[in-house]
C-alpha cells in the first residue's frame, strides 16, 4: 500500500510562489511516474505536469512558471510554482504509478494507482 502526502499549499498573492513537496510511504515509485493535477471549483480535475525517468512533461498553461522535480533518495516530488496567477487557485494533488506510463497517456489522470489527498493553492490578491 503506496500513500502519498502532499504540503506546501497556502495562500499567495499573483506573481509570488509556492513548492508543494509530496512524499510517499509503503513502497518506492522511484522507478514509476510521478504526476501534479490540479482541480479548481465547477471544474474536472486537470494535469499539470509529470515525471518519469529523464523526462519531465507540463501543461501549456504552466510551461515556463512551473518546475516539477524529483528526489529519489527521498521518495519526494516537488512542484515549485513561481509567478502565480489567480486562475491557478485549485486544489492540488500528487499522482503516483509504479510502472512506466506512456508519453500520450501521462496526462491521464486513469493511468495513475495512488492519489494524495490534495492541498488548497489561492492565489488573490
Known amino acids: 500500500q503506496v500513500q502519498l502526502v502532499e504540503s506546501g499549499g497556502g495562500l499567495v498573492q499573483p506573481g509570488g510562489s509556492l513548492r508543494l513537496s509530496c512524499t510517499a510511504s509503503?513502497?518506492?515509485?522511484?522507478?514509476?511516474?510521478m504526476g501534479w493535477f490540479r482541480q479548481a471549483p465547477g471544474k474536472e480535475r486537470e494535469f499539470v505536469a509529470g515525471h518519469r525517468t529523464g523526462e519531465t512533461y507540463y501543461s501549456d498553461s504552466v510551461r515556463g512558471r512551473f518546475t516539477l522535480s524529483r528526489d529519489n533518495s527521498k521518495n519526494t516530488v516537488y512542484l515549485q510554482m513561481n509567478n502565480l496567477k489567480p486562475e491557478d487557485t485549485a486544489v492540488y494533488y500528487c499522482?503516483?504509478?509504479?510502472?512506466?506510463?506512456?508519453?500520450?497517456?501521462?496526462?491521464?489522470?486513469?493511468?495513475?494507482?495512488?492519489w494524495g489527498q490534495g492541498t488548497q493553492v489561492t492565489v488573490s490578491s
Open positions: 499522482a503516483g504509478s509504479g510502472s512506466h506510463i506512456i508519453t500520450s497517456q501521462i496526462g491521464n489522470s486513469r493511468m495513475y494507482n495512488y
Open positions: 509503503g513502497r518506492t515509485l522511484s522507478r514509476g511516474t
